[in-house]
């Protein structure tokens, strides 16, 4: 059974989490400057809890869904794998971006040109074979293509998370 001191120490408690500051017995006045504290911290404490889950999902080995962009390309990460949108082409990450202990990821997947101007009808543009291969550091992520035919490859692209990228699309 719970007394009255434990039930008062449990409501001094809740009032310190709270930010309450208790001036007399069964009185409460919210005092701006720690009220003010009190929210900041709290959502410090949001922002930490947010970095721990991404950190704990980096430490799981796989990329945390959700859009990544940078100048000329945009990638949304999404269950099992990702696809990733150029200036002129587009592509398909056919694998989970599974990060290795340093970040780094190397999975398969193809790569579309697209080209302005007109098109034949009846005939789809080809899926190159490719290598999507980078690096998580943080909020930024080092993306480099390598096709698997010719061994030709695209420069590396620098990417934020949450960012929608910038593109300019060929039309």
């Known amino acids: ?3 009255v001191k434990s039930c008062l120490a449990l409501l001094l408690a809740i009032g310190e989490l709270a930010g309450v500051t208790f001036a007399t017995a069964g009185t409460t006045r919210f005092d701006s400057a720690s ?8 959502r410090r404490g949001t922002r930490r809890k947010v970095k721990r889950r991404m950190i704990k999902r ?3 080995g796989r990329l945390a869904e959700g859009p990544w962009g940078g100048d000329h390309v945009r990638l949304r990460v999404r269950e099992g794998g990702a696809e990733v949108e150029f200036d002129c082409a587009h592509g398909t990450l056919t694998e989970t971006l599974a990060l290795d202990a340093e970040g780094r990821f190397d999975v398969s997947g193809t790569y579309v040109r697209e080209g302005p101007g007109p098109i034949r009808l009846n005939r789809l543009p080809s899926a190159r074979p490719a290598r999507y291969s980078g690096r998580v550091e943080g909020q930024t992520m080092t993306l480099s293509v390598k096709f698997n035919d010719n061994s030709q490859a695209l420069d590396a692209l620098t990417l934020a998370r949450g960012s929608e990228g910038r593109l300019w699309k060929c039309r």
């Open 58 to 60: 980096a430490e799981e």
């Open 35 to 42: 009220s003010s504290s009190a929210v900041s911290a709290q």
């Open 1 to 3: 059974m719970f007394t």
